[in-house]
């Protein structure tokens, strides 16, 4: 098995400006240590360290990428959108939507995290990777087509979804996103469209604060086509597999698609400051066999994983390397050094049940 490994240094190089926590600094608003939003390159920088380390890389097959070209951005994004982006970016940076600021570089490195996707996404589709990583930044699921938000400026999914479309190489696509935030804009792109299935598990009412209703199923000829799963928070490892097995799973099944992409946000995870969830690097691992079984039973194992949120430094590369060591079959693995604290901190067996509940009500309202 070949896995794809795509990355590139620039990325990291992506600033949200002069941000403490979510809050321009100024004021009564101190500069923190470390300065930043908590979208910052040092989760993504230290997860390619780790990999380096334990000698997993060597198991995988490191690729860069092309940036996304105007013909890949424009069948996502309108061009006046796309030309307020890369004009604000040459004046030196801003804000062109809600909590997603960019620097001068901003347009440019968007474009390669967009790339980064795109490229993965061909790879795993023409067949020279059995699967793929993308380890993109800026993130794109919050990103609507006019509208940057949540540290997000463009719709990374999306425009590798809408350039394999446009090249032949896919009809239908399904993506899962993990990351706990709702994935409002991939959701917002595809809304009508029956042709790709966008599935949200997420945190209920985290961010954006008014969208992943399990209500919301897509509309016209798409409807149907979208499923979104809001957990309650405090959620842990055995609900996420919950879900997944009794909600997520079974949707992609009924859909049958080409390919299998993941919006892989490692926020869920006990330590990140931005949820209120309990997942364990377990809990990647195991939904990371799960969606790899399943993309072998419908879609020959092609399955995509572009990287989203996930704002621990300590533990995102930890979720991550488990994530890769399972999709590459490699024996190198980083125990998790927080494993036997998690366990203490999973849910007592009343919140499972009353979570076990939750996930039927949604379960009994579909019809698969």
Known sequence: MTTGFFFDERCFWHSGGNYAFMLPVGGLV???ATGGLPENP???RRLVNMLQVTGLMADLAPHGAQAAQERDLRRVHPADFLTRFRETAQSGGGELGLRAPFGPDGFEIAALSAGLVRDALFATLDGTCQNAYALSRPPGHHCLPDWQNGFCLLANIAIAIQSARAAGKAERVAVLDWDVHHGNGTEAIFYNDPHVLTVSIHQEHNYPLDKGEFADRGDGAGHGANLNIPLPPGTGHTGYLQALDRLALPAIRAFNPDVLIIACGFDAAA?????RMLASVDTFRQMTRQVLDIAGD?????LVMAHEGGYSEVYVPFCGHAVLQEMSGSPIDAPDP?????IQRQPSKRF?????GWIADMAAALPY
């Open 338 to 342: 927080f494993a036997d604290a998690l």
């Open 42 to 44: 040092e989760t993504k």
């Open 298 to 302: 419908i879609c020959d194992g092609k």
């Open 30 to 32: 101190q500069p923190t």
């Open 271 to 275: 330590f990140d400051p931005l949820s």
């Open 352 to 356: 499972d049940q009353f979570v076990d």
